[in-house]
């Protein structure tokens, strides 16, 4: 799985410094996410369909183009297994269901509004499995309301149709498995160049906040909760792709080997970044110390950088050598606060941070998950279920936009239903994000499809401009689904075209009227039917983060030889557990709301965790703890217990009483005054009602 070509860091640091200009809620998007080799594999497929097509002059083939490009996003991108499953399931799926779609458009309207509901409350019922399975589905439910609009009356009429789409669909599938093959290694390959990258990124922008000498406690506030939270995201994927691997294909490989000390290695780095950046941003820096300092941060950049491209180069050794470069860097940058704060040495062991997954015979592996699905669809037939009501949403939702463009007799109106259906998430703040996206990208695509139609015109020019679009759309789909929109439609339109030649721009114009009602009407639905406000999930998150952030202050004070690996392990959840939150945060301040206090406690609760994240690091890195850490500890674990009783929306048992910081290392001080700002955010006038809804109007 290659990916878009990288020749320096800088590139993406400059990328990096635009994204900062954004509103915080805004989603942030990184070009290293971009997978050139899935991009050039989709854009072979299709644009080979519509070659074929021009040789056979039969336009027909623009569907088989379109079912090669579904069948790629289809893909689950896992073992062999799975990806044969998951792209030769949709192409039978996407094959029957869409014909039978197109069989009830001809036999009347009544009909073909029975199907687009039913094939869509099926395709929203999937995510009670698995993300896989619903990715499969919603891409079946699309061809379906696509073929719509194909009524069909016959058999023999609706045969030449569905074969040359199946065709596009199997050909994608054996290009996929033959001269396309995606190595075994390669998905963990890139996603441990990934987090390399993201490691790079944490270091740059750490020496980017220690040479501005403006930078105050809110830019260090979002470089931990975007910048670190994005390197924490980054290594627990590389995790999953590795545990994901089968052990037919691990026994003994020495790949296997260099890439799970690598994911292991990567969390070592990352801790010590942790304690580096939160000492700097306590430290005083001179303007000689300052520039050192952030010297050798972008010098550990560059090497994180070039290690990670090394990973991605099949059969390449570890890149001991680069390693090496890092502890000498580290002791360049030694902080006032601890002149002792170094890169622990390479792990010695070479585990992949859990235990790997055993795959099964596969008529076993069928059996047992067809069991584990029908027991998920037994706990969920109840409309109590946050799958079966986002099944509803949908098909209500998808439904009435196909009544709407009907009524109005849109042209290409199904570009109306199929915004809709993709559109509409299980949460308001995930439909919002992706309804303004959707529209945005379109509309910048609708631009580009018409200036593209004043140079493109006939079938050859068409088949060989949709190849470098459609690279564009799979490749970037990761990266931003703005990015994905934008060259989606002028992708479909120039397909669109081939099909039945008109005016790109009128195809545009309405592919961009068509998106933007499609969003409204899942805008609308969203609110209207069960609306599940991610505020709701963000007062447990939070609460669960300010858990395992306390936990893992603990057991870092406390820290022994004996208990390093329970205290990686509170450092891991504590991180994930604060990653969640703040996702839902990012989601809940989406929500229009009558008032935002909770909100701000939640903000401000996250950047504290995320402090005394990096101020427990230093601890266990420094080692200067004083002889009083057995009455610190006590402490803490008092203040813990007062906190835990302010998020159950309890009063405090007792006064807080301060510690006396005096006698205490400089990490122990930021510690005790990190807690203490934690209690006293938890425990503010009217915290328990702030915790519970920020809904709430403010009591008189």
């Known amino acids: 799985m290659s990916s878009l070509p ?14 900062r200009l954004r509103p915080s809620w805004l989603v942030y998007f990184s070009i290293e996410e971009a997978s050139l080799s899935e991009g050039l594999r989709a854009a072979f497929a299709a644009t080979a369909m519509l070659l074929l097509g021009k040789w056979l002059n039969n336009p027909l083939f623009a569907w088989a183009a379109i079912g090669a490009f579904w069948t790629c996003l289809a893909d689950a991108a896992e073992s062999p297994r799975r990806r044969l499953a998951s792209m030769g399931g949709f192409a039978l799926l996407s094959t029957l269901c869409g014909g039978i779609t197109a069989f009830a458009s001809g036999a009347g309207i009544p009909y073909a509004v029975a199907a687009v509901f039913a094939f869509s409350a099926l395709a929203g019922l999937t995510t009670i499995f698995s993300s896989a399975a619903y990715q499969v589905a919603l891409l079946a439910a699309v061809a379906c309301i696509v073929l719509v609009d194909k009524p069909q009356h016959d058999l023999a009429a609706a045969a030449p149709l569905l074969t040359i789409y199946f065709s596009g669909c199997v050909f994608a599938t054996l290009l996929s498995f033959t001269v396309w093959r995606i190595h075994p290694f390669a998905p963990s390959r890139y996603a441990l160049r990934l987090a390399y990258a993201r490691l790079s990124e944490l270091a740059r922008d750490c020496a980017r906040l220690i040479e501005a000498s403006h930078a105050d406690a809110g830019d260090w506030a979002r470089h931990a909760t975007e910048v670190r939270a994005q390197a924490r995201a980054a290594i627990e994927a590389a995790y999953r792709s590795l545990l994901s691997m089968p052990q037919a294909r691990i026994d003994g490989a020495k790949a296997y080997q260099n890439l799970s000390f690598a994911a292991a290695d990567a969390e070592s780095v990352f801790g010590y970044l942790i304690a580096i950046s939160n000492a700097a941003e306590y430290a005083h820096y001179g303007p000689l110390r300052r520039t050192r300092a952030a010297r050798c941060l972008l010098a550990m950049g560059g090497v994180l950088y070039r290690m990670g491209e090394r990973f991605e180069v099949p059969s390449a050794d570890y890149p001991v ?13 030694a902080t006032p606060a601890e002149q002792n704060l170094s890169l622990p040495p390479m792990p010695a062991d070479q585990g992949s941070g859990g235990t790997v997954r055993y795959e099964e015979p596969w008529p076993i592996a069928l059996r047992h998950t067809l069991l584990a699905n029908w027991e998920r669809l037994k706990q969920n037939a109840s409309f109590e279920s946050l799958g079966v009501r986002h099944a509803v949403r949908l098909a209500v939702a998808t439904t009435a936009a196909y009544a709407a463009v009907k009524l109005l007799h849109m042209p290409s109106g199904y570009w109306a239903t199929m915004a809709t259906l993709v559109v509409l998430q299980p949460s308001n703040g995930n439909t919002w994000m992706r309804g303004l996206e959707r529209a945005a990208g379109s509309a ?6 018409a200036a593209i139609g004043l140079l493109v015109q006939t079938p050859l020019a068409i088949s060989l401009v949709v190849f470098p679009l459609v690279c564009l759309t799979v490749s970037l789909r990761r990266v931003s689904y703005g990015l994905y929109a934008l060259f989606l439609t002028p992708s479909f339109v120039l397909v669109a075209d081939f099909a039945a030649p008109a005016s790109e721009l009128g195809y545009a114009v309405a592919r961009l009227e068509n998106n933007v009602l499609g969003c409204l009407f899942a805008l609308l639905v969203t609110y209207l039917l069960w609306p599940k406000r991610d505020t709701g999930d963000l007062k447990s998150a939070v609460a669960d983060a300010v858990r395992n952030n306390l936990a893992y202050l603990i057991a870092a004070l406390h820290e022994t030889p004996a208990t390093f690996a329970a205290c990686e392990a509170a450092r891991r959840s504590a991180g994930l557990a604060s990653n969640k939150a703040e996702d839902l945060l990012k989601l809940a301040r989406l929500e229009p709301l009558r008032r935002t206090d909770g909100l701000r406690n939640a903000k401000a609760t996250l950047e504290v965790l995320r402090r005394i994240a990096g101020t427990s690091t230093r601890l266990r890195m420094s080692r200067q703890t004083s002889a009083s850490s057995q009455a610190l500890g006590d402490w803490i674990a008092a203040s813990s217990e007062e906190i835990a009783r302010g998020l159950s929306g309890h009063a405090p048992a007792s006064a807080h009483v301060p510690y006396p910081i005096a006698d205490l290392g400089a990490a122990e001080a930021d510690v005790v005054n990190e807690v203490t700002q934690l209690w006293h955010l938890v425990m503010q006038d009217h ?7 920020p809904l709430k109007p403010r009591r008189a």
């Open 6 to 19: 990288r020749r320096h860091p800088a590139i993406n640091a400059m990328v990096q410094a635009w994204s």
């Open 321 to 333: 050598s680069l390693r090496q470069r890092l502890p000498a860097l580290s002791r360049k940058l």
């Open 444 to 449: 910048a695509g609708a631009a580009l499809a």
């Open 687 to 693: 915290a328990a009602a702030n915790w519970s809804d």
